[in-house]
């Protein structure tokens, strides 16, 4: 993730893994699987929010999307694995 010293993450500077050690890219896939994950997790709550509510037209749009949070975190390990040697 560059920044352009703002603050935000936004791109355009040249941080490329100098300040904290870690490539620009491995670190922005790190990000990916680690929010991918927690939207998993967050897709939960919002499921048993809406099945306490009984509106299974909401639980399940939530459930496919907590499916491909879950697929995108998996991808996201498997090319972690690949570029981390393990």
């Known amino acids: 993730m560059t920044s352009n010293g703002n603050g935000n993450g936004s791109t355009g500077g040249t941080e490329t893994g100098g300040v904290t050690g870690t490539k620009d890219k491995d ?40 499916a491909d949070s879950r697929k995108g975190a998996e991808l996201g390990k498997q090319l972690l694995r690949a570029r981390m040697g393990g």
Do not use: P
């Not at 699987?33 to 037209?57: F, G, H, K, P, S």
């Not at 639980?59 to 999307?65: D, H, P, S, T």
């Open 27 to 66: 670190y922005n896939l790190i990000w990916y699987v680690e929010n991918c994950l927690a939207n998993a997790l967050r897709l939960e709550t919002y499921i048993q929010d809406a099945e306490r509510a009984d509106d299974a037209e909401v639980a399940e749009l939530f459930r496919k999307a907590q």
